[in-house]
């Protein structure tokens, strides 16, 4: 882990209370004479992760606490890296976390025209100008945080030229990265955000709501601040980067308003987990170079991979409480969010049997053909969930890691001449063995069995250490497992200096397991129902999976395997 960085949970748990203070003393002053007024405003550039889950829930949360209301804002304004496709996912992940803007959908380009008369006003007032100047030429420019910055040598220009210029610029005469327009404030702010910043660039790409009508289009800093003063937004809460940016929002909001309402923004810390990335720019590496499976793949910290993964909401949101908002940055141990989930899966889960490494155990004193119903408690943390039953027959599975021919001390699974119990059913006891002659592995385990032995029975004097899970051989259904672990096996693969994240990639992240058998109740089972696989971790049902095809994603194991490794 960076040196910079501290682990979050290894302080007392922080609060929000600092950004409910500031809320409650807006209100308590008038607040402008209006409610509670927020919004989530993310660019539809990728998909989102679990970082923007805790902007939305203290934007929705903020709002649905105070009595007021919280906007949906896409900020479309750059058609270069934007598609619908992320437009109609960014929507679907916030209804997932259970959240909903109503009618209060809205777009950046809403406002493009009324952005645009603005940038004109502003050149009226002699507080922009047009620069022909490159991008690179005018980052060298604007000087250090020690050092002030030098005009432009296109900062005089007179107030008409630069209407003209920004008039056809916006008719396509010129080319991209030509012109820009830029804001007249001061070069030697030791704010580097105030040095004359870019406010429009021209782009020739077509837009996925305005088509080819605009051909100049603003900056994140000019159309944020002022699309919230349009839909009258009241508390423009943000991540601690936009602290810096806050004097520029300001001064924009300054030279646009008509009276004493203004937006105040507060800033908070980001979401930062071990083992993972947070960059969307990295993440949409990781897709296109095909590291992962899509922007949905279960090893991803976006809300569809968490969500494919098994994760729920009520996980999410309850780890974002536990973590709090601050004004620390901060890396958030991944071993809180599985311990959310466990929790959640703990209590809302059935049990199941599923086994991944399917060992054939024949009991040869039970009748062939016989079958019964054993009957199971699906959750002991739940009654109303009920029980089912279970098929069992002569011939079952067990995990081969469940058998050891020489087994270690206080090995209390099944070994030669040693007793287990099968959970819900029987007593067994191993009486031998059959090994491949080739490999030498172990293909069949021979048991007996004690019919009096039987759980629910009236005769269950006998104890024994070990309890197996198992699935019958004669009713098993076929299933594919996928086991996921950490992306990464570095804790802090973006904070490792003269380095490339990808030389982190976890090899192990993802192991896939055929063969494997669960039990028949299984089979009907839809995508994105959750269980939990006895013995072995939280499962969920693939989209990939059919119905002759059953596909699972272990969500977590049932312990934190790697807090143990770690320590």
Avoid at 278 to 306: A, F, H
Avoid at 374 to 379: G, P
Wanted: proline share 6%.
């Amino acid at each position: 882990m960076s040196d910079d960085n501290m682990r979050e949970n290894d302080k007392p748990k922080p609060s929000i209370s600092f950004i409910e203070q500031f809320i409650a003393e807006d209100l308590k002053e008038g607040n402008n004479g209006r409610p509670v007024h927020t919004r989530f405003p993310p660019e539809p550039n990728g998909y989102l992760h679990i970082g923007h889950a805790k902007a939305i829930c203290l934007s929705f949360g903020m709002a649905q606490k105070y009595g007021g209301k919280c906007n949906l804002r896409f900020d479309d304004t750059n058609p270069v890296k934007e598609e619908v496709e992320y437009v109609d996912a960014i929507k679907d992940d916030i209804h997932w976390l259970g959240f909903d803007w109503e009618e209060r959908e809205y777009y950046a380009s809403d406002y493009f025209a009324r952005l645009f008369d603005f940038a004109v006003e502003l050149i009226k007032k002699n507080l922009a100008y047009v620069d022909d100047q490159t991008a690179a030429v005018i980052s060298t420019q604007k000087g250090t945080p020690s050092q002030p910055g030098q005009e432009s040598p296109f900062r005089k220009r007179e107030v008409d030229e630069n209407l003209d210029l920004f008039y056809r610029m916006n008719k396509g005469e010129f080319d991209e990265g030509s012109h820009v327009l830029r804001a007249k404030i001061d070069m030697t702010s030791p704010n580097m955000h105030l040095r004359d910043p870019i406010i429009y660039r021209i782009i020739t790409s077509s837009h996925h709501r305005t088509g080819s009508k605009w051909m100049v289009y603003p900056m994140y800093d000019f159309a944020h601040g002022q699309s919230d003063y349009f839909e009258g937004i009241t508390h423009s809460l943000c991540t601690l980067e936009f602290e810096v940016h806050r004097p520029l929002y300001d001064w924009f909001i300054d030279q646009l308003k008509t009276s004493d309402y203004r937006p105040r923004q507060i800033e908070f810390n980001r979401l930062n987990l071990t083992y993972t990335v947070m960059s969307k720019r990295k993440l949409l590496d990781l897709v296109r170079e095909e590291k992962v499976n899509g922007w949905d793949d279960p090893r991803m910290p976006t809300l569809c991979g968490l969500r494919r993964r098994g994760y729920t909401p009520e996980s999410i949101k309850r780890f974002i409480d536990l973590i709090g908002y601050t004004k620390v940055e901060a890396i958030n141990d991944i071993s809180l969010l599985e311990h959310t989930i466990r929790e959640d899966l703990n209590i809302r889960t059935p049990r199941v049997f599923g086994v991944l490494n399917p060992l054939k155990v024949i009991i040869k004193n039970y009748p062939e053909g016989k079958v019964e119903n054993v009957e199971l408690i699906n959750n002991p943390e739940d009654e109303t969930m009920g029980k089912r039953l279970v098929p069992f027959c002569r011939e079952v599975y067990i995990e081969h890691d469940d058998f050891m021919e020489v087994p270690p001390h206080k090995f209390f699974r099944l070994a030669p001449g040693t007793e287990v119990r099968l959970k819900g059913a029987y007593i067994i006891k191993c009486e031998g063995f059959k090994k491949n002659e080739k490999t030498g592995e172990i293909e069949e385990v021979y048991c007996t069995y004690d019919p009096e032995t039987r759980s629910g029975g009236n005769t269950l004097d006998k104890k024994v250490k070990g309890t197996l899970h198992w699935v019958s051989a004669k009713h098993a259904v076929d299933a594919e497992v996928r086991l996921y672990d950490r992306l990464f096996s570095h804790e802090d693969p973006s904070g490792q200096k003269c380095a490339d994240f990808r030389e982190f990639l976890n090899p192990e992240s993802l192991k896939t397991l055929t063969g494997c058998k669960v039990e028949p109740s299984l089979k009907s089972a839809m995508p994105l129902e959750k269980f939990q696989f006895q013995r072995l971790g939280y499962f969920c049902v693939d989209y990939d999976s059919t119905e002759t095809n059953l596909v699972f994603n272990r969500t977590v194991p049932l312990k934190d395997t790697w807090a143990k490794i770690n320590k």
